[in-house]
């Protein structure tokens, strides 16, 4: 039976290489939210509306994701998942579909975050793929991220 195995960890942890490397391992299919917003919009068009319209399409690609398990191909989903109320709406979701959602941590040390995310801005500024990691949405990673208590998470990996 496919299932969703859903990602959590703050903003530059490793989530998208450790989802590619899923994807190869598994012949899974991968959804990304910020590939989604990156593609459809602007970095900084949306505003104040940013949370307000990645839930919308969070909850799309959700959608996406239980479709493509029910087809029978597991989803390596990175969608939005800093809160505990993202993580446990996301397993609802997923159950209540009879969809089996299975949750991975990617958990770095701060001095690892912190380098990778200088190595990130580098990299930003010539290929938009990926968000630019100002000190605002530093301070947002800070102030959202809830760390996953033990009975939601799966597999922890360092």
Request: glycine share 4%; proline share 1%.
């Amino acid at each position: 039976m496919a299932k969703v195995i859903l990602l959590c960890g703050k903003i530059c942890a490793g989530k998208t290489t450790y989802a590619r490397r899923l994807v190869a391992e598994r012949r899974a299919v991968y959804l990304s939210l910020d590939d989604m917003m990156l593609k459809l919009f602007s970095e900084y068009e949306l505003g104040d509306r940013y949370d307000e319209v990645a839930a919308l399409a969070n909850e799309y690609l959700s959608k996406i994701a239980a479709d493509i398990a029910n087809a029978g191909t597991d989803v390596i989903f990175e969608g939005l998942a800093w809160t505990r109320e993202n993580r446990r709406e996301a397993t609802e979701f997923f159950r209540h579909k009879r969809i089996a959602a299975e949750w991975h941590y990617i958990d770095v040390s701060d001095k690892e975050w912190k380098a990778r995310i200088s190595k990130r801005n580098q990299e930003s500024n010539h290929d938009k793929s990926a968000y630019f990691v100002d000190e605002n949405l530093t301070r947002k990673c800070v102030e959202l991220f809830e760390l996953p208590l033990e009975d939601e998470i799966d597999v922890h990996i360092l």
